[in-house]
T-cell receptor, first 113, second 109 residues
Framework: EAQVTQNPRYLITVTGKKLTVTCSQNMNHEYMSWYRQDPGLGLRQIYY???????DKGDVPEGYKVSRKEKRNFPLILESPSPNQTSLYFCASSPTVSGMNQYFGPGTRLTVT | GQQLNQSPQSMFIQEGEDVSMNCTSS?????WLWYKQDPGEGPVLLIALYKAGELTSNGRLTAQFGITRKDSFLNISASIPSDVGIYFC?????????FGAGTRLTVKP
């Protein structure tokens, strides 16, 4: 089944403890991206990648890192999480390198205390 | 960054009623998209619009790309309980996708 998977789906952590949220797609898509969803703000893009080893900042990249060492995986790294990073995170991939028509993962709900 | 204004924020309707929601922007977009997010899931693409004035249907859903390219509309006819969820508009230009804040739809049986 064609899909985007994220792990973990739920995570509660403490301020400053490094964490990684994994994202994997099995559709051979070039484009992948990360979003955070907050009430009243919709989806805001954190980082995106148009190809292996190519990553770019989105609208809200501060406090996040990403890597794209292979096409199928695009992990999101929070080196030192803070409470304002409590949010619902979505990974997405697209068959077009431009990023249109994105397929979203199921989401990761992160709480930082 | 450029934000899209989506309205209404929420709607409570009776099963069988028609629904309309819209999205406006101060800037032009070349593509408009509409997504639906079910509770506990990621957004799923419903309709994509590629040309100003375009009217596209997907079952009971109909979306239009505004003539000015600064707005888009989504209509749902004869709503059913499974239409419940959050509907997002998105505008796309040159590798840049912007989302509206969403319209939360509740359908009462």
């Amino acid at each position: 089944e064609a899909q985007v998977t994220q792990n973990p789906r739920y995570l509660i952590t403490v301020t400053g403890k490094k964490l990684t949220v994994t994202c994997s797609q099995n559709m051979n898509h070039e484009y992948m991206s990360w979003y955070r969803q907050d009430p009243g703000l919709g989806l805001r893009q954190i980082y995106y990648s148009m190809n292996v080893e190519v990553t770019d900042k989105g609208d809200v990249p501060e406090g996040y890192k990403v890597s794209r060492k292979e096409k199928r995986n695009f992990p999101l790294i929070l080196e030192s999480p803070s409470p304002n990073q409590t949010s619902l995170y979505f990974c997405a991939s697209s068959p077009t390198v431009s990023g249109m028509n994105q397929y979203f993962g199921p989401g990761t709900r992160l709480t930082v205390t | 960054g450029q934000q899209l204004n989506q309205s209404p924020q929420s709607m409570f309707i009776q099963e069988g009623e028609d629904v309309s929601m819209n999205c406006t922007s101060s800037s032009i977009f070349n593509t408009w998209l509409w997504y639906k997010q079910d509770p506990g899931e990621g957004p799923v693409l419903l309709i994509a619009l590629y040309k100003a004035g375009e009217l596209t249907s997907n079952g009971r859903l109909t979306a239009q790309f505004g003539i000015t390219r600064k707005d888009s509309f989504l209509n749902i006819s004869a709503s059913i309980p499974s239409d419940v969820g959050i509907y997002f508009c998105a505008g796309y230009n040159n590798n840049d996708m912007r989302f509206g804040a969403g319209t939360r739809l509740t359908v009462k049986p």
